[in-house]
């Protein structure tokens, strides 16, 4: 073996032996520390460090950032497996951002604080009637409600005592990005509106999914938060 052939074998084996990333809570000045999903899922993408990639839906970010902060410790690098799932779920077609916040709120309503409980139904009722009439345009004024009915919605499920709280969230983020048409699943978001399940069948399926259990949150959502919600 010649120098050259050594010089790559020792790469190789020096870049398999460094450790993949480490995802923690809240967002990072920079990634020496370690990163959220979100922003792994940036530089995954190409993009800067940000806990608000591009490529990626602004209600799937909005979801995932709110499972990363909540998820316990030993978990949470489980999340790694979606990164690749992520990027190119960012799509203006109204439906979809509508059926992502009806399926986080199905997954909530069950669960949710009575300070957030009246908002979900309100919003759920909106979005029944949207989608019961047709489509309609969506504003940048009505994507940032949005976001902030499945922050509220994802943090209510997030703060429940549940028999699987980890397991329980993790399925939202999954059930969240089959209907973003999210790539690891070899669909676009264009084609998720199609495959989503009617409302009246996303209710069937979820009922009786989650089991909450008597007494307080065995857990708070406490973290270094990210940023505030535009």
């Known amino acids: 073996m010649n120098v050259d052939d050594e ?44 806990d608000r990639p591009i490529c990626v839906h602004p209600l799937v970010a909005a979801v995932a950032r709110v499972v990363n902060d909540a998820v316990s410790d030993e978990v949470r690098d489980e999340l790694l497996a979606l990164g690749p799932a ?49 489509e309609s345009p969506s504003t940048p004024h009505r994507m940032r409600s949005e976001e902030r009915t499945v922050t509220f919605a994802a943090a209510s499920l997030a703060v429940a005592r549940t028999e699987d709280p980890d397991g329980e969230l993790i399925r939202l983020l999954d ?16 084609d998720a509106v199609k495959d989503s399940p009617h409302p009246d069948q996303q209710r069937a399926a979820g009922s009786g999914r989650r089991h909450v259990l008597a007494g307080p949150a065995h857990r708070r959502w406490s973290h270094r938060p990210h940023r505030a919600d535009q």
Do not use: N, Q, Y
């Not at 009806?102 to 029944?128: D, F, N, Q, Y």
């Not at 059930?175 to 264009?190: E, F, K, S």
């Open 7 to 50: 010089a790559s074998t020792a790469t190789r084996g020096a870049d398999r032996a460094k450790p993949g990333p480490v995802l923690s809570r809240g967002r990072h000045p920079d990634a020496e520390p370690g990163v959220c999903l979100m922003e792994f899922t940036a530089l995954l993408a190409g993009e800067d460090l940000t």
């Open 86 to 134: 992520l990027p190119g779920t960012t799509t203006d077609v109204p439906e979809i951002a509508d059926r992502i916040t009806l399926t986080v709120i199905e997954a909530a309503l069950p669960v949710a604080l009575p300070i957030w409980a009246p908002r979900l139904r309100r919003e759920r009722r909106r979005i029944l009637r949207r989608l019961g009439h047709g």
């Open 175 to 190: 059930d969240v990005l089959a209907v973003a048409g999210g790539t690891a699943r070899g669909g676009r978001a264009g």
